[in-house]
């Protein structure tokens, strides 16, 4: 978390609102994926219930992508 959310407080406040919002949303049918989630500073003035639909709004968007295309396994290729 960057200190440009603010102070300690503010940070953890954001970690913990992301953290729930992924717990109760884990199940999203989605494949095996990483996420990386980004706090903007509105985050801390929202409560639980608006960081979890914005959460399943962004979820649902990646969803409607479609897969990524597959990588290759092995080395890179040699020019």
Do not use: H
Request: with cysteine; charged share 35%; hydrophobic share 40%.
């Amino acid at each position: 978390m960057s200190r440009k959310l603010g102070g300690a407080v503010r940070r953890n406040r954001a970690k913990r609102l992301l953290r729930e919002a992924f717990r109760r949303n884990v199940r999203s049918g989605l494949p095996a994926v990483d996420l990386v989630l980004v706090a903007k500073p509105e985050i801390t003035a929202c409560s639980q219930a608006e960081v979890e639909r914005e959460y399943r709004e962004r979820l649902r968007r990646l969803a409607a992508r479609g897969p990524a295309p597959a990588r290759r396994a092995g080395p890179a290729p040699r020019d």
